[in-house]
């Protein structure tokens, strides 16, 4: 590589050609694939589901194409106790933390990245004392020279073809995945708060129903007690009444266990330890069904969901990746300067005469490296391939997610419709049956089988209940939970550029940083 310093009147046009081509950005430039124009939901359009006769859970809800989702979708519940820990989570669950953390680094590689469109200069400084041989010198004695020198250097690597805006581009995009990746957390803590919510309701709702039945099955195990030392029945018929109650009492513990689990699931959401429970209930005649709920139309949907947007974040990197590596192929230019002093005594740095400089420019342009930088490149076009499959198979979950949320909800309206018929009926005859029993008119048999049909019939229409609840909020989740309508993502994940900044006084001292780096519990 031949040194152009001495050769001043060649940097001008060198200067001027690297201007000519900064505008030049090898490389593909990015364009999100679009949607398929005839991708839907499905081939037939829901617009209402059944309607239950009862209160909880039991209204019609209505399907609103092209209706906005709220940021605060949650509220929709009507529930302030379920508003109150959704907003706790946010603020303490270590999920969030982490990938704010992860945003925020990533917007300082970004900061960092584009560092490397300035000049970068440093200041040396330097003193040498050394005694020379006065024999080589040709000198009586051997004297002691002091050299004290002082420099200021500046490099800078014009970004004539691009790379360095590609490789900007790369770390941007990077940040825009870990800022939807924030947004794919926020969404799913709160769905699954939401979720958790739903779960002890029909937890609770299913300990009552049993505790209920219990009671049912025990006063009705005192009237065949009664009836026994009547002499009106035998053994046998309080037998299979103790055995029957018995049973219905080893499902409890298995409902309480449940209960207590899904208790310590929601404080491990909230970023409490088990024992921090401060004794928050819910039931589901305390959470209201969202009776409108919107459905976005189909080519929104990629630009609502978290998961699609991160996996377009992650193919724009994967096209910018194609450009730093064509970059790589081509000459690469730099220009160096040096502007000092140089004396022998640090009082007359500076001084006239003192003065010293040096200004290079350079070209460097890769001719044999065996294959390697041309097989990058191939490497960079697979990765962008690989990432463009699975953004299309992204978008394809996300209608699937949608889909499939549409047909439940429409399933578990008309599953909990049957259910609470079921239930009523079964209630009916359970009621006929004990008063035929009493009269003698029915074996026991009919009476514990009519028992048995009712306590299922509750614990089934529980769970339709719960399942319409569930099945709502996981259509809010599959439309991705209305993250443009919030404005609640912490402004410092975003960082800040700062081109001069050094290391604060804490990060110095090292007993000032060990206080700083102790995580807090």
């Not at 946010?90 to 300035?118: G, I, T």
């Not at 799913?188 to 958790?196: G, P």
């Not at 189909?298 to 990197?317: E, F, T």
Request: aromatic residues 6%; charged residues 20%.
């Amino acid at each position: 590589m031949r040194d152009i310093s001495r050769r001043p009147h060649l940097l001008a046009p060198l200067s001027l050609l690297c201007i000519a081509l900064a505008g030049c950005t090898v490389g593909p430039d990015f364009k999100r694939p679009e949607v398929p124009a005839n991708a839907d939901y499905s081939r037939e359009k829901l617009t209402a589901t059944a309607q239950a006769d009862i209160d909880a859970g039991g209204a019609a809800q209505r399907l609103i194409a092209g209706m906005d989702i709220p940021g605060q979708w949650w509220t929709l519940f009507r529930s302030p106790t379920l508003n109150a820990l959704v907003e706790e989570a946010l603020r303490a669950n270590p999920d969030v933390s982490a990938a704010q953390a992860a945003l925020r680094q990533a917007n300082e590689l970004v900061y960092a990245d584009q560092a490397s469109l300035f000049p970068s200069v440093n200041a040396n400084a330097s003193k040498t004392r050394e005694k020379v041989s006065g024999v080589t010198a040709g000198l009586p004695e051997s004297p002691i020279l002091t050299v004290s020198s002082a420099s200021l250097n500046v490099s800078y690597a014009p970004d004539v073809f691009g790379g360095t805006r590609r490789q900007i581009e790369s770390t941007t995009a990077q940040a825009e995945y870990e800022r939807f990746q924030l947004e794919a957390t926020y969404l799913t803590l709160t769905a699954n708060v939401v979720n958790t919510a739903i779960s002890l309701a029909s937890a609770r709702d299913q300990v009552a129903a049993t505790e209920t039945i219990i009671r049912l099955q025990s006063d009705q195990l005192d009237v065949l007690q009664a009836q026994r030392r009547l002499g009106a029945i035998g053994d046998s018929d309080v037998l299979t009444q103790q055995t029957a109650l018995a049973q219905t009492r080893a499902t409890l513990p298995p409902l309480q266990k449940q209960l207590a689990q899904t208790r310590n699931q929601l404080m491990a959401y909230l970023g409490r330890f088990p024992n921090q429970d401060r004794g928050e209930a819910f039931n589901l005649a305390s959470l209201h069904l969202p009776e409108e709920l919107p459905v976005s139309l189909p080519s929104a949907i990629v630009g609502q969901r978290p998961d699609v947007r991160s996996a377009q974040a992650q193919l724009h990197q994967a096209s910018a990746n194609i450009g730093v590596a064509v970059a790589n192929q081509l000459p690469q230019f730099s220009i160096t300067g040096s502007l000092g002093s140089t004396a022998a005594s640090g009082t007359k740095l500076f001084s006239a005469g003192t003065g010293v400089w040096s200004l290079a420019g350079a070209i460097a342009q890769p001719i044999f490296d065996a294959g390697a930088l041309e097989h990058r490149k191939r490497a960079a076009v697979a990765a962008y391939d690989e990432s463009a499959a699975r953004y299309r198979g992204t978008v394809i979950t996300a209608f699937q997610d949608v889909a499939n949320s549409l047909r439940a909800l429409e399933a578990d309206a008309d599953a909990l419709n049957q259910q609470v018929v079921a239930e009523r009926s079964a209630q009916a005859n359970l009621d006929l049956v004990q008063a035929q029993f009493k009269l003698g008119a029915v074996a026991y048999i009919n009476l514990l089988n009519a028992q048995q049909s009712y306590q299922n019939t509750v614990l089934s229409r529980v769970k339709a209940q719960a399942a319409r609840y569930s099945d709502t909020t996981a259509l809010f989740q599959a439309l991705g939970g209305g993250w443009w309508n919030r404005t609640d993502v912490d402004p410092a994940t975003k960082g800040k550029p700062d081109r001069f900044g050094l290391p604060t006084w804490q990060e110095i001292m090292p007993a000032s940083n060990a206080a700083r780096t102790e995580p807090n519990l």
